[in-house]
């Protein structure tokens, strides 16, 4: 029985990861068909559901908003209430506010997290007044407090274009609007005409036609997205627009845009409650589309299945499951536990994979573009080697380290997502997919096997000092896998900088200039080039050679991350003032294991059985 549970085991895993890729119909309105219809916002087309998603990350950290008594909102269905009924998602607690002095200015509810925009709504002026004072500051020099009500007034804005994205938040009647403002405009021209000609002209005509530009002129700077298609595809395919913008086109004599029909169509039913009528609309708009736009249909449609399966989250899941079945084979030595944790591992990596190429493939681009996506890469890179490491040395400690790191690495991913779109265009100087192909993969390849190597160590350390099933031969081999993997780092860590030297030299003119980021990556290759020559030299043993190569994931953790909190050089892309507390607790776990690491042998559980080392 035992020869067959891994095998068991992987074949649920698999089966529930395919229970997840069939489409799941819509109960009443075809949320799913809307949330596939393009718009383009950050420099890119996407589908409506990725906008819905990414803001509700920003607004509320999470993918769907809780309903009492009732099944959680997905966030498209939340996009639509917001857009089209926003009296009513005016009363969802999707606000996140958890600091205890923000809650008390507001004077909301310390025993609850999550509050409305009705909730809200009193309190703006204090908001805004804060958050500008705030914002005034540089970003390293905020407090929680600050931070918060920075985030909580961007979140605010946020959410007020969403609601005025395809018709103005207060209008009872667009589509009657509209008819009116079609109308309206040759007797208004002609009223402005004659009044230029100082003749008698019609007051109240231009009165009206004044009223509705100026109402399209808030909309057009009020609108998040652009959701109106060029009218002209052949000539400029993403020259796309918002509502406001293309109604104030249709006083120049410009027709109007057959998407705005449709989406005051969808709105109309949607606040009837007429879901036969909605769908309709959703279906002729898709086919209105097609002729002109199949291409983007089709990537919005793809982008909608990747959105929805949710690969990085089902790895993660996996990674966990295996993680503990390694741990747990350690202490009573089952092989089946291994075996099983092996497996889940490949598969996780498997659907890793799936949803980094897919990644790829929607973007255009190689695997590495930002910070995000070099997470993704760095545990996927980190999962190889330790799937390696695993077949060669069959201890479980490798599979263990895989595990963590996909699983960590990915966690990292999901909370740099809740900055916003993760596809956002390249900024010009990145635009190279040579180079993002050769240098950014390649150094991303060395941070991948140095935080690997740390992770070794900081295995070696806790099983050697807490456990007592830590023998000298597991040691010996374990310094084997970690000199290893420092060799694969220094290579690919050294390859990298070099080729980030030649492409600096072509796009800054310098092959060189001490920049922060370039100061990390070579900050990187010397530490590991320091604990060769230290193993070499024999001036440390294998208890040094752990704790140099823990001091490793410090070295890279600060190149990673920390050169781009400082907020200056040519490489501070990926900003991220809220990664400082992590960063330096993640700093401060590794010296404290450091320390643990350093403790005399007398200390260690396992000590008796290991050599002191030099």
């Known amino acids: ?111 609850e997290k999550h509050f409305s925009y009705h909730q809200l709504k009193p309190h703006f002026e204090e908001i805004s007044k804060q958050a500008e004072r705030a914002d005034k500051l540089p970003p390293q020099g905020r407090n929680s407090f600050e931070r918060q009500v920075s985030k909580l007034n961007f979140t605010l804005v946020l959410y007020q274009r969403l609601k005025n994205t395809l018709r103005p938040e207060d209008s009872a009647d667009f589509a009657g609007e509209v008819q009116q403002y079609l109308a309206g405009i040759p007797p208004g021209f002609a009223a402005f005409k004659a009044r230029e000609a100082k003749a008698d002209y019609d007051k109240e005509a231009l009165r009206r036609l004044g009223e509705f530009m100026s109402r399209w002129e808030s909309l057009a700077q009020m609108a998040y997205p652009l959701i109106i298609p060029s009218p002209h595809p052949e000539h400029a395919r993403d020259d796309w627009s918002n509502v406001g913008s293309s109604l104030i086109a249709n006083a120049q004599g410009t027709p109007l845009n057959p998407a705005i029909t449709h989406y005051a169509r969808m709105t109309a039913a949607y606040r009837a409650g007429q879901t036969d009528a909605f769908n309709q609309a959703v279906r002729e708009y898709r086919d209105d589309l097609r002729p002109s736009y199949a291409a983007e249909l089709s990537k919005c449609e793809h982008e909608f299945f990747y959105n929805r399966f949710q690969a990085f989250y089902q790895a993660m899941i996996l990674y966990v499951a295996a993680f503990l079945l390694a741990c747990a084979c350690w202490f009573n030595g089952a092989e089946w536990m291994r075996r099983s944790a092996f497996q889940l591992v490949t598969l996780a990596w498997i659907v890793h994979t799936c949803g980094l190429v897919y990644r790829m493939v929607l973007e255009g681009r190689p695997p590495v573009t930002n910070l995000y996506s070099s997470a993704i890469f760095i545990g996927w890179g980190a999962v190889i080697l330790g799937w390696i490491i695993e077949r060669i040395h069959r201890y479980g400690i490798g599979i263990a380290a895989a595990a963590l790191l996909g699983f960590t690495t990915l966690v990292i991913a999901h909370n740099l997502a809740l900055g916003g779109d993760t596809m956002v265009m390249m900024q010009a100087v990145l635009d190279s997919n040579f180079w993002l192909a050769t240098h950014v993969v390649v150094v991303t390849l060395g941070y991948s096997a140095t935080f690997f190597a740390g992770f070794l160590g900081c295995i070696y350390i806790i099983r050697g000092f807490f456990t007592k099933r830590f023998s000298a031969d597991l040691a010996r081999s374990m310094s084997g896998m970690v000199y290893g993997t420092i060799c694969f780092a220094m290579l690919f860590s050294f390859a990298g900088t070099v080729l980030g030297g030649i492409w600096a030299d072509q796009s800054w003119g310098r092959f060189w200039g001490w920049d922060p980021k370039e100061n990390g990556a070579l900050i990187i290759v010397i530490w590991n080039a320091i604990i060769l020559h230290a193993r070499w030299s024999g001036l440390v043993a294998d208890r040094g050679l752990m704790n140099m190569a823990v001091f490793g994931n410090i070295v890279t953790a600060f190149s990673w991350f920390g050169v781009n909190m400082l907020g200056v050089g040519l490489h501070a892309y990926g900003f991220m003032e809220s990664a400082a507390l992590p960063l330096y607790l993640f700093i401060g776990s590794q010296l404290a294991l450091i320390g643990i690491g350093l403790a005399p042998f007398s200390f260690w559980k396992s000590g008796g059985a290991l050599t002191t080392p030099k």
Do not use: C
């Not at 997905?74 to 926003?86: F, H, Y």
């Open 1 to 111: 029985m035992k020869t067959w549970l891994p095998w068991i085991l992987t074949g649920v895993a698999a089966l529930w990861l395919l229970a997840g890729l069939p489409q799941r119909k819509d109960p009443t309105y075809a949320t799913s068909e809307f949330g596939k219809l393009p718009v383009v916002l950050n420099g890119r087309v996407q589908p409506f559901d990725s906008m819905a998603r990414n803001a509700l990350l920003q607004i509320r950290n999470k993918q769907s908003v809780h309903v009492e008594g009732a099944r959680s909102l997905s966030a498209t269905e939340w996009l639509l209430e917001v857009m089209m009924k926003p009296e009513t998602a005016d009363d969802r607690k999707v606000f996140r506010i958890d600091h205890p002095e923000l809650q008390g200015l507001l004077r909301l509810s310390e025993n």
